[in-house]
């Protein structure tokens, strides 16, 4: 079962905000929030995690619901390189399978000029 | 080196030969991960290992898959008697402390003919 669902694909403007939404209804209290991306042909890369507070570095923000059943990935100007497939991922921290990186299929952002 | 190592980056085998991956993570890392991504489709979670303990091998596909890692450093993937299945990138991600982010190398793209 996927603990997350994701749009398959979205547009951005190139200076515009790209606002990507996760939602992930059934995630428990000790699960974090994980966002990464890959761009074409390389390795996937870190974005930003958080547990329950918004999140901000110099990358990306992440804005968790109160209910901590949805999140958004905030990339405030995006540019061509922003281009990629940005996964959304809940783990815990903790030992076993749980705490596995598992990627889903993510969102495809595509940034146009 | 600053970021994580893979090699060989490329590797072209016969069908039924075996082959070794190697992945040198970032020192001082204690958490490793591999990866594979057939073409087109996302990443699949092969193994974990973090520091001493016994590694997690939930995600390995089949007995002809095996890994190690000496010494708490660097690891390698191997696997037997390849077969044309087995063609894809093969990436590592290693992490200071499981709650952080991973650094993923830049793979090895296998190709098994």
Known sequence: DAKTTQPPSMDCAEGRAANLPCNHSTISGNEYVYWYRQIHSQGPQYIIHGLKNNETNEMASLIITEDRKSSTLILPHATLRDTAVYYCIVRVNYGGSQGNLIFGKGTKLSVKP | ?113
């Open chain 2, 1 to 113: 080196g600053a970021g994580v190592s893979q090699s060989p980056s490329n590797k072209v085998t016969e069908k039924g030969k075996d082959v070794e991956l190697r992945c040198d993570p970032i020192s001082g890392h204690t958490a490793l991960y591999w990866y594979r991504q057939s073409l087109g489709q996302g990443l699949e979670f092969l193994i974990y290992f973090q520091g001493n303990s016994a590694p997690d091998k939930s995600g390995l596909p089949s007995d002809r898959f095996s890994a190690e890692r000496t010494g708490g450093s660097v690891s390698t993937l191997t696997i037997q008697r390849t077969q044309q299945e087995d063609s894809a990138v093969y990436l590592c991600a290693s992490s200071l402390q499981r709650v952080d982010g991973y650094t993923f190398g830049s793979g090895t793209r296998l190709t098994v003919v």
